[in-house]
């Protein structure tokens, strides 16, 4: 899984077999930086501390996010199977729209 922020939509006039109705989202994923060593457990972030990634990931959303939120993606025909009762051509899906989350850098090199 993956989290990452939400940066837009994408839209096309014409979509494959089984696409029809889905809402696809361009998510950019959190990248993780090296924080200084501290002693102690490590040092807590939350997203919004974070880098994202140049990279682009498109992900189904039934669940209604939005640019400028962050989300939990998931890959893989289990994970689409759990979340669609059909089976349309997808491997990302958002599984859950994040309101809070701490990483712990600590182990981060």
Same mark, same amino acid.
């Given at each position: 899984? $993956?989290?990452?922020?939400?940066?837009?939509?994408?839209?096309?006039?014409?979509?494959?077999?089984?696409?029809?109705?889905?809402? *696809?989202?361009? $998510?950019? /994923?959190?990248?993780?930086? #090296?924080? /200084?060593?501290?002693? &102690?457990? &490590?040092?807590?972030?939350? #997203?919004?501390?974070?880098?994202?990634?140049?990279?682009?990931?498109?992900?189904?959303?039934? *669940?209604?996010?939005?640019?400028?939120?962050?989300?939990?993606?998931?890959?893989?025909?289990?994970?689409?199977?759990?979340?669609?009762?059909?089976?349309?051509?997808?491997?990302?899906?958002?599984?859950?729209?994040?309101?809070?989350?701490?990483?712990? $850098?600590?182990?981060?090199?």
């Amino acid at each position: 899984m $993956v989290l990452g922020k939400v940066i837009g939509s994408v839209w096309g006039a014409k979509q494959a077999a089984g696409l029809e109705g889905l809402k *696809l989202l361009q $998510v950019r /994923p959190i990248q993780l930086r #090296p924080a /200084p060593r501290r002693r &102690g457990s &490590g040092t807590r972030l939350t #997203p919004e501390d974070c880098d994202l990634s140049p990279q682009i990931v498109v992900a189904a959303d039934t *669940l209604g996010a939005g640019p400028g939120e962050y989300v939990l993606v998931g890959f893989g025909s289990r994970v689409r199977d759990i979340v669609y009762d059909t089976r349309p051509p997808i491997k990302a899906v958002v599984v859950a729209i994040v309101d809070s989350a701490d990483i712990d $850098v600590g182990d981060v090199r």
